[in-house]
């Protein structure tokens, strides 16, 4: 079973509130977890995303759609990266997202994709 | 072709030990011969030839300098005993023991099974599930040191442990049926060649054991299921219910052949809950139409199932029959019973049930409400929007 593994917050703020020491831990530890899940075949694939105030939304106003800049949700609250694991258990993403959460120690969601097969 | 996989891999693994490497082996002659023989001619002897390049293949990766040295390091642990002079058919039947071995995870079992055993390709089995194909090999070579680290030897488990170690082959292919059995358009479409290997495999273990009733009565239910594999999706994919599906769309060979071999099994062997399921897809599969569906002989084969294999699942489906015999608010109550069962907290089939027999009670906004809960509840996309279609036919 897939399940998103996804972080939230602002890159911009996150770089400005931390040390040079902590984001190359940071790197290190992302590049590690990465390749741990890649060796466990249980990577289907990570991205990290431009920060949230490069975002343009876009949205229906008066009969047609519109882009605005900035994310959807508030900045503090934007998707910045996720990871798409498939893996054997609910149990087991929820390991995947604690390691993150012990190393990143903000709030990280991990949601199921649909990808069960429909009863028979 | 791919039936010589198993036979081929049974005879390196006898005559070199190293599973893993014979593994692979075989993979890759598997693969030369899909490049080769279209072209050129099939060879008198395909199984002989097979043998001889992944031989080759498997010396001469000995020959190469890391390989020798990794062989060094790991000389002890690599060797698998192997017994002298086994027939074929108990290499297929060793082989799926240790692919479905119990140290590996579900996912791992299924992809090591599709692989040794059903001679699949890791870019297809990669492909079946959605996932890229450098994280399926890595999971199949996980897998593979896994069952080499767990000391698991090249040989059928021994007589005490061989009722389990079968229960786990049995349930690694009814997933792998399972996770097949959805037609759709798009992506999904491939995976519909998981139902047709799953089938395959099945069968094959049934000639291997065709004494083992379980055995029979999951291929049976396979059979059964699949049968009806036409008429359940529309032409956009989406879900037809069982009483609303074009019944003549339904493919009678494989229901003759199902019910056939259930026919042969039931009353021969000790029943158990495949067979039992089987009985009950025979069922539906015989009635010409939904409202002529045998509902008496469905509650009772649903009685003997909770017996057999007590379950939350199996009550909730009993309650579908208990509806259909004794009226939609006996199901109803039924289904009451678990409300508080820990095991259905997360499991949206029991708010689906429930919204059915709902509607069928004449309760439209009751059922609504219950049909959207259990779409919010699914993990399967087209089982969602299907429960919310229904909901929205209510409002």
């Known amino acids: 079973m897939k399940y998103m593994i996804m972080t939230f917050g602002s890159a911009e703020a996150g770089l400005a509130a931390m040390g040079k020491e902590w984001m190359l831990e940071m790197i290190q530890f992302m590049k590690t977890l990465d390749e741990d899940l890649r060796k466990a075949g249980e990577l289907v694939s990570a991205e990290g995303l431009a920060d949230g105030s490069q975002a343009k939304t876009v949205r229906f106003e008066n009969g047609i759609p519109i882009a605005t800049d900035g994310p959807f949700a508030e900045s503090k609250e934007s998707l910045v990266g996720y990871w798409i694991v498939d893996v054997d258990s609910e149990a087991r993403a929820i390991e995947i997202a604690s390691r993150i959460v012990a190393f990143v120690k903000v709030p990280i969601e991990v949601r199921r994709v649909m990808d069960a097969p429909p009863d028979f | 072709m791919r039936e010589l996989a198993p ?170 049926f399972n996770e097949g059995y959805m037609t759709s358009s798009g992506p999904v479409l491939q995976r519909a060649d998981l139902t047709t290997e799953a089938i395959r495999l099945t069968r094959l273990l049934h000639t291997l054991m065709p004494l083992e009733g379980e055995v029979a009565g999951l291929l049976a239910l396979m059979l059964l299921t699949d049968a009806r594999r036409a008429a359940r999706t529309n032409v956009d994919g989406s879900i037809v219910p069982l009483d609303e599906q074009q019944r003549d769309r339904w493919n009678t060979a494989q229901i003759e052949d199902g019910v056939a071999l259930l026919t042969r099994t039931l009353g021969t062997v000790p029943v158990g809950p495949y067979q039992m399921q089987a009985a009950i897809a025979a069922v539906h599969d015989e009635a010409p139409s939904a409202k002529e569906t045998d509902w008496l002989q469905i509650l009772a084969l649903y009685e003997v199932l909770e017996r057999v294999s007590p379950g939350p699942v199996v009550t909730l489906n009993r309650a579908v029959a208990v509806a259909m015999v004794n009226g939609p608010r006996a199901g109803l109550a039924l289904l009451g019973t678990l409300d508080n069962d820990y095991r259905m907290a997360h499991n949206h089939r029991l708010e689906a049930v429930r919204a059915h027999l709902l509607e069928l009670a004449g309760e439209p906004v009751a059922a609504r409400e219950s049909y959207l809960r259990a779409a919010r509840m699914t993990a399967s996309l087209p089982e969602q929007r299907h429960l919310a279609l229904r909901a929205a036919r209510l409002a």
């Open chain 2, 7 to 176: 036979q081929v891999l049974g005879t390196l693994v006898r005559r070199y030990g190293q599973f893993d490497a014979c593994e692979d082996a075989v993979q890759e002659a598997l693969l030369a011969a899909a490049l080769q023989w279209p072209e050129k001619q099939v060879p008198d002897n395909p199984r002989a030839w097979l043998v001889t390049v992944a031989s080759r293949r498997l010396v001469d990766e000995w020959r190469s300098e890391t390989a020798r040295r990794r062989r060094e390091e790991n000389a002890a642990a690599l060797e698998l005993p192997v017994q002298a002079h086994v027939a074929d058919h108990d290499d297929t039947l060793t082989l799926l023991f240790l692919c479905c071995h119990p140290s590996l995870s579900v996912p791992s079992q299924l992809a090591l099974t599709l692989r040794a055993v059903g001679g699949l390709t890791t870019a297809q089995i990669a492909n079946a599930f959605l996932v890229p194909e450098a994280t399926m090999a890595q999971r199949i070579s996980r897998a593979k040191e896994r069952i080499k680290s767990a000391g698991a030897r090249f040989d059928l488990p021994p007589e005490p442990e061989r009722a389990d170690r079968l229960r786990v082959v049995l349930h690694v292919l009814y997933l792998v």
